[in-house]
Every structure is written in structure tokens, then in C-alpha cells.
């Protein structure tokens, strides 16, 4: 025979639409509670944006800002794969056009994320395919010019 919990061990009720469900009582659609909509920067995304709009406006270069914001959203992501560079530039995008009020006049910063992809490449770079995609001329005192290489 099985034992049952004794019934102050059961959890409590906490919301009235699992009450009603427990009771077998069908609630109307206004009455339903729905879960709170994640805060602006309670999100992998919404963090990096904070990141990267509070240190562009404190002065920094893009560069800086975006290496902090990347490796946030790198470390607070929770899927299994790497998320990759141009998906950070447009979760960080998604959560300053969602919440402009929350990073204001940081819309003007946006576009230093994807200026890589916009800019043709220069007269001075061989077109062979000589050097990588990080250090197009090959040569190794060279400046990097993917700022995605990470």
C-alpha cells in the first residue's frame, strides 16, 4: 500500500491560474496571469548592450568597448556553441533598439558593430588572397583589420 505525503507537506498554491487549474476551473484569458517580461538587461544581449553603450559614452574607442561587451556575452551565454561575433553585434543592436530608453543615445554607437562588413577593401591590400583574414597583407607587424578575429 502506498503512503501518501501528509498534506502539510505538499507545496503551496502560489498563483491563482495554477489554483484554478488545480480545481479544475477554467479562467478566462484576462484573468491568466502571464510571466514578466525579461528586463532590458537581464538577457546575454541586454548585459553586452550595457556594456558596450556605457563605456562608448564614458569615452572609450569601439574597439575596447566591444572586446568587454563580447566576452560578457561570451561567458553569460548558456547554449553549448560559441556565440559567434556578428550575433553578439546584433544582440547587443536588438537590445538598444527594444529598450532605447534604457541605453539612451547609444543608437549613434550602433554602427561602429558592423562597419567591418560595410567597408570595401583598401587600394594598398593585394587582391591574391596573400595573408589571412585577420592580417590581410601578410605581413606580421602588420595591424589587425578584422576586429570579428577574436
Known sequence: M???PHPSSRRPVTSLAAAALLAGIVLP???IPLPARA???DTPGGKGAQVYCFMRGAGNTHEV???AA???IKRQSAGVFKTSPENAAVLITE???QNPGTFPDCGRFLGSLYEK???PPT???PATGTGSSSNPTGDPGAPRSNRYGY
Open 2 to 4: 502506498a503512503s501518501r
Open 29 to 31: 484569458m484576462g484573468l
Open 39 to 41: 528586463g532590458a538587461t
Open 65 to 67: 568597448s566591444w572586446i
Open 70 to 72: 563580447y566576452a560578457l
Open 95 to 97: 537590445a538598444v533598439v
Open 117 to 119: 562588413a560595410a567597408t
Open 123 to 125: 587600394a594598398d591590400a
